[in-house]
């Protein structure tokens, strides 16, 4: 079975100073981990990726995302953020050869972004 | 821009009515997923289609059946509307997705309002 918790359903950080949005899986099988973005009336926008290979994983707009099997977590950060990070982040797991019946979407983190 | 596209936009209408949304993927995608976006139930994987055929169900109802095209462009229809089906539909697309879940592009959405 997979599961996928993302732990704070608001953050809220200043311009410019670092984001962590917290997200932990559990997996039966090799998991393939995303994360995406919504902003407002958006559709989902594929952020980065994780398929096992490098466990730290570069994606756009400067965010980053590191695969850590021991503590079941795939938590995204920032190292500073801007207003137009503001946005919806889903943390996302399937297996990577199962159906897409188990892809299991986040319920979602809002980032608020103060000037 | 992710390169898939959905029409309409917005639809509204009535408890009982029947719709048809429509969703083309990015150049040379085979597969096309559909999916639910509501304020209670998060994102909800709906149906998902692989080169004409349908290849993963989710949490579907029967009053919701899908089709993909030879051109590879999709259909969500949704009948006997009630007021619970309002909500966002997205459609994604990803090159494959036969024996290996890649990672897709979502469409912009469909906002249906049923009244």
């Known amino acids: 079975a997979q599961s996928v918790t993302q732990l704070d359903s608001h953050v809220s950080v200043s311009e410019g100073t670092p984001v962590l949005l917290r997200c932990n899986y559990s997996?039966?099988?090799?998991?393939?981990l995303f994360w995406y973005v919504q902003h407002p009336n958006k559709g989902l926008q594929l952020l980065l990726k994780?398929?096992?290979?490098?466990?730290l994983v570069k994606g756009i707009n400067g965010f980053e995302a590191e695969f850590k099997k021991s503590e079941t977590s795939f938590h995204l950060t920032k190292p500073s953020a801007h207003m137009s990070d503001a946005a919806e982040y889903f943390c996302?797991?399937?297996?990577?050869?199962?159906?897409?019946?188990?892809?299991?979407f986040g319920s979602g983190t809002r980032l608020s972004i103060r000037p | 821009d992710s390169g898939v596209t959905q029409t309409p936009k917005h639809l509204i209408t009535a408890t009982g009515q029947r719709v048809t949304l429509r969703c083309s993927p990015r150049?040379?995608?085979?597969?096309v997923y559909w999916y639910q976006q509501s304020l209670d139930q998060g994102l909800q994987f709906l149906i998902q289609?692989?080169?004409?055929?349908?290849?993963a169900k989710g949490n579907i109802l029967e009053r919701f059946s899908a089709q993909q095209f030879p051109d590879l462009h999709s259909e969500l229809n949704l009948s006997s509307l009630e007021l619970g089906d309002s909500a966002l539909y997205f459609c994604?697309?990803?090159?494959?997705?036969?024996?290996?879940?890649?990672?897709?592009?979502f469409g912009p959405g469909t906002r249906l309002t049923v009244t």
């Open positions: 994604a697309s990803s090159v494959r997705g036969d024996r290996e879940n890649y990672e897709q592009y």
């Open positions: 997996s039966s099988y090799s998991p393939s």
């Open positions: 994780y398929t096992s290979a490098a466990t």
């Open positions: 996302v797991v399937s297996g990577r050869y199962s159906s897409a019946s188990k892809i299991i």
């Open positions: 150049s040379g995608d085979l597969s």
């Open positions: 289609y692989y080169n004409g055929e349908e290849r």
